[in-house]
């Protein structure tokens, strides 16, 4: 959510003397100039967001603020199974509730990082598209196809 590699540029047209790189991301902008000196602006204005990149906001942070409640929804079910008088009933609803939230949050988290990756394979396949602007997939997606990956397996490992 908060790595700003969401997008970086791309080098085509056989420019291999490259002094700038741009990362954008969905709270700031960064150019590196030959990778010694690094500058990042936030996004000043809300309303001036495109609205795909406030839908992506808008999920990332639902996603870890559903994660972290999953997250606690788990350690209460392990904690209430182990120390249950009623037996594992009671606990396993717990686990239940941090399944389903697990697997909701995987949801969260993959639905902004493949629409962002479907846009910018569009755009680097585009030709009316300019060179300059041509952008590749940056690390913070595969962080988020891994993340995801990761919370829809342990959602179906608690339910």
Do not use: H
């Amino acid at each position: 959510t908060a790595m700003p590699q969401w997008r970086v540029s791309a080098y085509v047209d056989g420019n291999i003397v490259v002094f700038e790189t741009i990362w954008e991301g969905l709270w700031m902008d960064c150019i590196s100039q030959l990778g010694l000196r690094l500058q990042c602006k936030f996004y000043e204005s809300l309303l001036a967001l495109p609205p795909p990149l406030e839908a992506f906001r808008a999920l990332m942070c639902l996603g870890s603020g559903l994660s972290v409640l999953a997250f606690l929804a788990a350690i209460a079910g392990l904690k209430y199974t182990e120390r249950s008088q009623e037996g594992p009933r009671a606990g396993s609803t717990f686990l239940l509730a941090a399944g389903v939230a697990f697997l909701l949050t995987g949801a969260l988290v993959l639905i902004p990082v493949s629409w962002a990756g479907a846009a910018i394979v569009r755009d680097f396949s585009d030709p009316e598209v300019p060179a300059p602007l041509k952008r590749e997939l940056g690390a913070a997606l595969y962080v988020g196809w891994g993340s995801a990956a990761l919370l829809l397996a342990a959602g179906a490992i608690y339910c």
